[in-house]
């Protein structure tokens, strides 16, 4: 039994109703997590001062230089352009097409961040599906599951990882070391799967190969030289990231600073630029994290903490093998993002009370939130930002639909990685 005082048990209710609002869409996640935030400054709960020391400025800085350096990269038409070249080269076979959209997918959002991915290349893989005259929905699914798969593998490919990172003072190249295994064979796993249900599907309606000029996509990149300006902008960031730890900058600092030079040495418009950038998610951010950080002020986290280790303090591997499998079931009914936050203060205080070594129990929870998100329709913003392109071109993605596809790959990806963790650190 857990016993909380009045200041806590406010605190707990006011998350909640908030955790409820997005769970349920009646209201849009940042009015609901504003109304939460609101709520505790008019309860008192934290002082005004307090509360806004809460923010993890390393993540918003981050998601801020990363989607300013996205912006400028769009502009140049380069994804769109090695799609084009794609088909082209792929001389109609649709199979060699997916498996290279997927993997380019992958390769992107692991870079950058699965949500922006999609929205490049998901209409390039609808474009496909189109002129070859073939049923979209593996194209689809390609998409959305290797974006969440991709974007498992870093540190900057999927928010929840941002968060552990940010967190757990991870590194970026921790993350590909300890997390590119697990995400390499899911890809695999995927393809098997996608191969079983759609294998039949993969064959073009008409003979013949297909010719750059019947794809509608533009060949020739908008802007070259920009292409090559910020590709070099993108370079140095990402050996910033993978240096970050010898260098002892914060991924924000490496993030900010990329930002700042691309903008600088880049012909483009500072304020079309910043209209580009999220800031609903990166306000929804804070005031989540600010959210969290009232729970774990009023020691709502520490209680809860202290009785999930007076269960599991003594069964490390199953408290491991039931955070990964827990946080895979959860991500694919809420949005990863809020249970993440909600979950890391605990992982902490778990590892503190045992003295155990809190890595595994970190991977255990990335795999799980991430790949977690293709088990249902709502589970990741990847997958309504798909579907919403998916709707746009006349197809309509439901949920039953997707829970028929994701809920297998997601069981099948989960128990992968469990394995894997099992075996590597347990």
Not at 135 to 148: G, Y
Not at 397 to 420: E, I
């Amino acid at each position: 039994m857990i016993f909380l005082n009045r200041v806590q048990l406010l605190a707990l209710i006011i998350f909640c109703l908030t955790y409820a609002f997005i769970i349920t869409e009646r209201l849009h996640r940042l009015k609901a997590a504003m109304l939460g935030f609101s709520l505790v400054l008019l309860m008192q709960l934290v002082e005004q001062s307090e509360i806004f020391s809460f923010i993890d400025f390393n993540t918003i800085g981050l998601l801020l230089g990363m989607m300013i350096l996205v912006g400028i990269l769009k502009k140049t038409g380069l994804i769109q352009h090695i799609a084009a070249e794609a088909v082209s080269y792929s001389k109609g076979n649709a199979w060699i097409l997916l498996v290279f959209l997927a993997s380019l997918t992958a390769v992107v959002s692991a870079l950058i961040d699965n949500v922006t991915t999609v929205l490049l290349v998901g209409p390039i893989a609808l474009a496909v599906a189109d002129v070859m005259e073939i049923n979209p929905m593996p194209f689809i699914f390609a998409e959305i599951f290797s974006s969440n798969i991709g974007g498992t593998a870093t540190l900057i490919g999927d928010p929840p990882n941002l968060l552990i990172g940010s967190a757990a003072g991870l590194t970026f190249n921790e993350f590909i070391i300890n997390l590119g295994p697990p995400v390499a064979l899911s890809m695999i796993v995927l393809f098997g799967l996608l191969y079983f249900w759609y294998g039949n599907d993969l064959r073009p309606k008409r003979d013949g190969e297909m010719s750059k000029g019947e794809f509608s996509v533009p060949k020739k990149l908008h802007d070259p030289a920009l292409t090559v300006k910020v590709l070099f902008v993108m370079a140095l960031v990402l050996v910033g990231f993978i240096l970050h730890g010898m260098l002892h900058f914060e991924a924000a600092t490496i993030a900010l600073a990329g930002a700042t030079l691309a903008l600088i040495v880049c012909p483009v418009d500072v304020e079309e630029i910043l209209l580009d950038v999220d800031w609903v998610t990166i306000l929804f951010f804070s005031m989540l994290f600010m959210l969290v950080g009232t729970l774990e002020h009023v020691g709502v986290i520490e209680l809860f903490a202290t009785k999930m280790f007076s269960l599991f303090g003594d069964h490390f591997r199953a408290l491991t093998m039931i955070l990964i499998w827990a946080s895979g079931v959860a991500s694919a009914v809420v949005d990863n993002v809020p249970y993440t936050a909600a979950v890391i203060p605990l992982v902490k205080h778990i590892s503190q009370l045992g003295g155990y070594d809190p890595r595994p129990l970190w991977w255990a929870l990335a795999l799980g939130a991430c790949l977690g998100g293709n088990g249902t329709l709502v589970g990741a913003s990847a997958n309504l930002v798909m579907a919403g392109v998916a709707n746009k071109a006349g197809i309509k993605l439901d949920f039953k639909t997707f829970l028929a596809r994701g809920m297998v790959l997601m069981l099948a990806t989960l128990a992968v990685s469990a394995a894997y963790v099992f075996w590597r650190y347990l």
